[in-house]
T-cell receptor
Framework: AQSVTQLGSHVSVSEGALVLLRCNYS??????LFWYVQYPNQGLQLLLK??????LVKGINGFEAEFKKSETSFHLTKPSAHMSDAAEYFC?????????????FGAGTILRVKS | NAGVTQTPKFQVLKTGQSMTLQCAQD?????MYWYRQDPGMGLRLIYY???????DKGEVPNGYNVSRLNKREFSLRLESAAPSQTSVYFC???????????FGQGTRLTVV
């Protein structure tokens, strides 16, 4: 079984500041990890994913995340926040198909960017 | 590319009424999902289908039924709507090898 914990339901940063959104996961099998973004009244869009290989993954809009197995973490970062980054962000975990590839989401973190 | 298409986009139901939410994908994906999204709770899996002809319960299946009509279509039915089912519903699909989910635009359902 898999689960996801996102620390902080709301995060506020100034424009140009570092963005750090925290995600810890629990998985009994090798995990696939994802970050999705949701803008108001829209569906979810994939930001980035970790499957295997390089533990630092880069996504769209300048975001990146690092898979740390020892810490069971997959935190999302962006060096410099932009006003357009204001949205809700979801971390998700899944196993491979042989383990039943249901995607399990965290509760989400709303990012506010102050001018 | 259409991707995942959900209908309707908005719906208001009275308590006890029934309705079916429709979902279709054109990406030839085997797996399809129905989630509900409520504030502060993220997305919770209602049902999923790993392939045509198979369906399994997710985290919150009570009050819902699903039908995987064919590879493209996966419908969600509320037989007797309750106010607790007021939510935003998302359909998603994914390929087998890496379960990266592609989402529809959502259906905002209000039960009064």
């Amino acid at each position: 079984a898999q689960s996801v914990t996102q620390l902080g339901s709301h995060v506020s940063v100034s424009e140009g500041a570092l963005v750090l959104l925290r995600c810890n996961y629990s998985s009994s099998v090798p995990p696939y990890l994802f970050w999705y973004v949701q803008y108001p009244n829209q569906g979810l869009q994939l930001l980035l994913k970790y499957t295997t290989g390089a533990t630092l993954v880069k996504g769209i809009n300048g975001f990146e995340a690092e898979f740390k197995k020892s810490e069971t973490s997959f935190h999302l970062t962006k060096p410099s926040a932009h006003m357009s980054d204001a949205a809700e962000y979801f971390c998700a975990v899944s196993g491979s198909r042989i383990y039943g590839n249901k995607l399990v989401f965290g509760a989400g973190t709303i990012l506010r960017v102050k001018s | 590319n259409a991707g995942v298409t959900q209908t309707p986009k908005f719906q208001v139901l009275k308590t006890g009424q029934s309705m079916t939410l429709q979902c279709a994908q054109d990406m030839n994906h085997n797996s399809m999902y129905w989630y509900r999204q409520d504030p502060g709770m993220g997305l919770r899996l209602i049902y999923y289908s790993a392939s045509e002809g198979t369906t399994d319960k997710g985290e919150v299946p009570n009050g819902y039924n699903v039908s995987r009509l064919n590879k493209r279509e996966f419908s969600l039915r509320l037989e007797s709507a309750a106010p607790s089912q007021t939510s935003v519903y998302f359909c998603a699909s994914s390929a087998d090898r890496i379960p990266e989910a592609f989402f529809g635009q959502g259906t905002r359902l209000t039960v009064v």
